[in-house]
């Protein structure tokens, strides 16, 4: 991390493009890399050994990118002053104790023993969550407005759940993913051909709902 770090901070002093960099302009790189994890994580792998090698060269490449979002975002606050990168590692790392207190004691050491079930976990995560944040009644506060609509009605019926509010509807599910996605897709045929925006729709549904929805529960 030294030697990276260093690197980038050269590549800031010296390189035009990297020197011009901002937060702002930076976003779009940090959203691409993303999903291109996302991508290579999905496509798996196939071809035995070689296709598993392939996968992990694949995969280790666009960790790195993100990583580097990560380090730019915080050389530019350190050249502001604001924090540096063991800032950033540093208090990810506190947070995480903070947050599982399943696993760790506040000073960091491991429990006695641990929760069998994904649930206890789920519901002491949520505990310090609330805790940390006491003012927040909205269960759907913190979802970024600018997920695509899909993700946020997923993230936003997550949340619900776990709050305790009240669901949309249902429809008929399929018994795979496949045929999901194939029920999706024909969705947003259908809207095409009547003229509609898919995206656009989905998202105010999205809204309506939450803002519809009782918001004294506590956030997840």
Avoid at 40 to 60: V, Y
Wanted: net charge negative; charged share 25%.
């Amino acid at each position: 991390m030294g030697e990276l770090l260093g690197t980038i901070a050269a590549l800031r002093e010296h390189c035009p493009w990297m020197g011009a960099l901002t937060h702002e302009s930076l976003v779009e790189y940090l959203l691409e890399e993303a999903f291109e994890v996302a991508e290579t994580i999905e496509a798996g792998t196939s071809g035995g050994t070689a296709g598993e090698q392939h996968f992990d060269a694949e995969l280790l490449g666009e960790l790195g990118d993100v990583l580097l979002q990560v380090v730019l975002h915080a050389r530019l606050a350190e050249e502001r002053g604001a924090f540096k990168f063991d800032d950033v590692a540093r208090g990810l790392s506190a947070k995480m104790v903070r947050r599982n207190p399943h696993v760790f004691r506040p000073d960091g050491s491991l429990q006695d023993s641990f929760p069998a079930t994904v649930d206890e976990i789920v519901q002491k995560w949520d505990a310090v969550k609330r805790a940390e944040r006491p003012q927040r009644t909205d269960p759907f506060e913190g979802i970024p407005l600018a997920l695509p609509a899909l993700a946020r009605a997923q993230k936003s019926i997550d949340r619900a759940a776990r709050a305790g509010v009240d669901l949309p509807a249902g429809a008929p599910i399929p018994e795979t993913e496949e045929e999901l996605g194939g029920l999706l897709l024909a969705v947003v045929r259908s809207a095409h051909a009547s003229g509609f925006d898919a995206e656009r729709a989905l998202r105010g549904a999205v809204r309506d709902y939450q803002q519809h929805n009782p918001r004294q529960h506590q956030q997840s």
